[in-house]
T-cell receptor
């Protein structure tokens, strides 16, 4: 069964450093998403991406965040200058169609900023 | 009012019991509704989409009341493997915001043998 994959599973970085989280969505999916979940809190939408551009982003997704699909398979989330409060689990998801379609989630990357 | 509000939990129930989860949402324009399940430190997984007419999948029944902006999930004959956090998810409902899902905080379910 096809699945969304994410690397690394755990990333530790120092405050102020840049990190890139990587995702490989399911191959025939057209819509891609990033979410984050701070430990013990709810899942929060960050951004959606379709047709090589951002479709929508939340208030959390400020100028220090960016997304890219550098080739036909990878979908990345970059955090330019990490803060302590960026520590969270970051989930990538993909779907065949718009929001009424099931979003398939990857296993997540746990980001720890020290 | 929170955009998506769920019972705070946790629910501790014996195996075989029936469990009901409740969820309310604030945006009357929301069109898509889902129940996800999340195991500890794992990714969310779709359990059911919720349709206006209500829908059932084995031991699971989901219902939607648009007038009351209320969604429910019923689990019958609960199993130990049902232990997880159940997340109510709603699309934001603004015309320009079809892509964005709003997540409830989740209700943790613990099934006891």
């Amino acid at each position: 069964e096809p699945e969304v994959t994410q690397t690394p599973s755990h990333q530790v970085t120092q405050m102020g450093q840049e990190v890139i989280l990587r995702c490989v969505p399911i191959s025939n999916h057209l819509y891609f998403y990033w979410y984050r979940q701070i430990l013990g809190q709810k899942v929060e939408f960050l951004v959606s991406f379709y047709n090589n551009e951002i479709s929508e982003k939340s208030e959390i997704f400020d100028d220090q965040f960016s997304v890219e699909r550098p080739d036909g398979s990878n979908f990345t989330l970059k955090i330019r200058s990490t803060k302590l409060e960026d520590s969270a689990m970051y989930f990538c998801a993909s779907s065949e169609g718009l929001v009424t379609y099931e979003q398939y989630f990857g296993p997540g990357t746990r980001l720890t900023v020290t | 009012r929170k955009e998506v509000e769920q019972d705070p939990g946790p629910f501790n129930v014996p195996e075989g019991a029936t469990v009901a989860f409740n969820c309310t949402y604030s945006n009357s324009a929301s069109q898509s509704f889902f129940w996800y399940r999340q195991d500890c430190r794992k990714e969310p997984k779709l359990l059911m989409s919720v349709y206006s007419s209500g829908n059932e999948d084995g031991r699971f029944t989901a219902q939607l009341n648009r007038a009351s902006q209320y969604i429910s999930l019923l689990i019958r004959d609960s199993k130990l493997s049902d232990s997880a956090t159940y997340l109510c998810v709603v699309n934001i409902g603004r015309r320009s915001s079809n892509y964005q899902l709003i997540w409830g905080a989740g209700t943790k379910l613990i099934i006891k043998p």
